[in-house]
């Protein structure tokens, strides 16, 4: 039982499909785990924040709500999302469904919410779910319904959580009342099996686009990563995930779309767009001259330079300056000999050759033999030192995956390791609460605060520092991981 509820949960998930075996649809189903989607869940806290700054609190609880249970169909969000709001509201106060069923529309429209396959092609559950795990099933972008929003009928506000003081008879009664409304409200909403789930890789689009905008920002200026961000903004949904370019878009265009607070005029931002082209980095590229000039954002070319600076910084921050000068040097160049890089980089041989071979015996710097003769004879051989970007970004993507899987391995032993006293901690807290609602003098709250001796308090104290750097560290090291595993994603597609 509990193996067919674990299973349940990972299908609800996304991290779990199933089909019918090797044996042909009459064999024994099988399931089959998607590292991708597991994975996922270490970006959980950016795609709440993102829809936070998106869309202020209301969006920021709906995307956390769907994320927490997989797929909801849009009335349980409506009605959990306005309850939670109004329980942190003052008294008196309370959110509209109103409210948010326009936040959730809004994320509908932008395509982070979408419906979820089964929904979206108007098929059932078993149906969709019978093509076997090899087979390319079809994506909810290409399905029409995807993003059509059902007509619901609700209309009303929040309700309060009860509070604690309530007798168990009012707790039972409150449990069959809500039952009753529940059904009440299933058979009211319109809204049945049409669940809706996150769309990740919209997210992931988003991300990409922002990177791209900072890049820009730090590179030149605040006024041409504007003009890059309406540049996206415009061809977001027009421009195909895994394009290695935006749809191409006339100067005409983006003038008119350029936010009026900007007062950027129309010579000015012809300047602006002949530098970005001009540029080293090509962020932007000039696809014609109709209209102004058409203009397209290099999105391909723009991650593999992004990987390209993460890359030089891993090895600045490892191994120094020196050894990132030879290292960008390498790239820059892409095969030189010993001698040469000694001379291009102006470092006495001695060190060169000490950091080229600690380089080499990382892996960040490979060495190309080529002979002269058949015999590979050293003396009639070139030894060529190189740097192959993309199976160094792969390397990298691996110790980011392991410094991870050693965060998460530290933050769980300090959280063992100081267990008593974090039960100690929530046990207070909890009486705390209780004797705060029931209206207890200020002495008696003291006296139980003082139950935490001064030594515990600063241990909780430094353990939650520690986790919150942890934490932290985490969110760091994932941002390399999506900006090198989009990288590398890029490279398949356009090959």
């Not at 649809?25 to 970006?43: A, M």
């Not at 059932?124 to 090899?134: I, L, R």
């Not at 669940?195 to 890789?201: D, I, L, P, R």
């Not at 267990?419 to 901690?425: D, N």
């Amino acid at each position: 039982d509990l193996v067919k509820k674990s299973l349940c949960v990972l299908v609800q998930h996304g991290m779990c499909v199933f089909g019918s075996g090797r044996r042909g649809p009459g064999g024994p189903t099988e399931y089959r785990c998607l590292v991708e989607r597991i994975l996922y869940t270490l970006r959980f806290p950016r795609y709440i924040y993102t829809a936070k700054s998106l869309y202020g609190d209301t969006g920021e609880l709906i995307v956390e709500e769907v994320l927490q249970r997989g797929e909801m169909t849009m009335s349980s969000v409506v009605k959990t999302v306005a309850d939670r709001l109004t329980h942190n509201m003052e008294d008196g106060r309370s959110m509209d469904y109103s409210e948010v069923i326009s936040a959730f529309s809004s994320l509908v429209d932008t395509h982070f919410l979408q419906r979820c396959l089964a929904a979206c092609g108007k098929g059932n559950a078993a149906t969709s779910s019978e093509k076997t795990p090899n087979s390319s099933a079809a994506t909810p972008e290409s399905l029409t319904d995807c993003y059509k929003l059902p007509q619901i009928n609700l209309r009303g506000r929040g309700k309060r959580r009860r509070s604690s003081g309530d007798s168990d008879v009012d707790q039972r009664g409150g449990k069959r009342a809500k039952l009753e409304n529940k059904e009440v409200n299933r058979t009211l909403c319109g809204d049945e099996g049409v669940f809706w789930q996150v769309n990740f890789e919209r997210f992931h689009l988003h991300f990409r686009d922002q990177a791209i905008i900072s890049a820009v920002a730090s590179k030149m200026d605040q006024t041409s990563s504007e003009i890059v961000r309406t540049m996206l903004r415009i061809s977001e949904m027009t421009t195909q995930p895994n394009a290695a370019y935006t749809q191409p878009l006339s100067a005409n265009e983006i003038f008119r779309a350029l936010p009026a607070s900007y007062n950027i005029s129309r010579s000015t931002l012809d300047q602006y767009l002949t530098l970005l082209v001009d540029d080293p980095m090509e962020f932007v590229g000039k696809s014609g001259d109709s209209g102004g000039g058409m203009y397209v954002v290099n999105l391909h070319k723009a991650l593999a330079n992004l990987a390209r600076a993460t890359l030089e910084s891993v090895v600045q921050e490892r191994f120094g300056s020196r050894s990132a000068r030879i290292f960008r040097l390498l790239l820059r160049k892409r095969h030189l000999e010993q001698k040469q890089v000694e001379d291009f980089a102006m470092i006495p041989a001695k060190e060169a050759k000490d950091m080229l071979y600690t380089l080499l015996s990382e892996n960040l710097v490979q060495l190309q033999e080529i002979p002269k003769t058949p015999d590979h004879a050293p003396s009639r051989t070139f030894y060529l030192y190189t740097v192959n970007q993309l199976p160094t970004a792969r390397m990298l993507l691996q110790h980011c995956y392991k410094t991870v899987g050693n965060l998460i391995e530290r933050r769980l032993f300090e959280t063992r390791e100081n267990k008593r006293h974090l039960e100690k901690s929530q046990r207070i807290e909890a009486i705390l609460a209780s004797l705060q609602v029931s209206g207890a003098e200020p002495a008696q709250l003291t006296e139980v605060e003082e139950m935490i001796t001064a030594p515990e308090r600063q241990q909780l104290e430094a353990l939650k520092h520690h986790i919150n750097k942890m934490d932290s560290s985490e969110n760091q090291v994932d941002e390399t991981i999506f900006l090198l595993e989009s990288y590398i994603s890029s490279t398949k597609t356009s090959h």
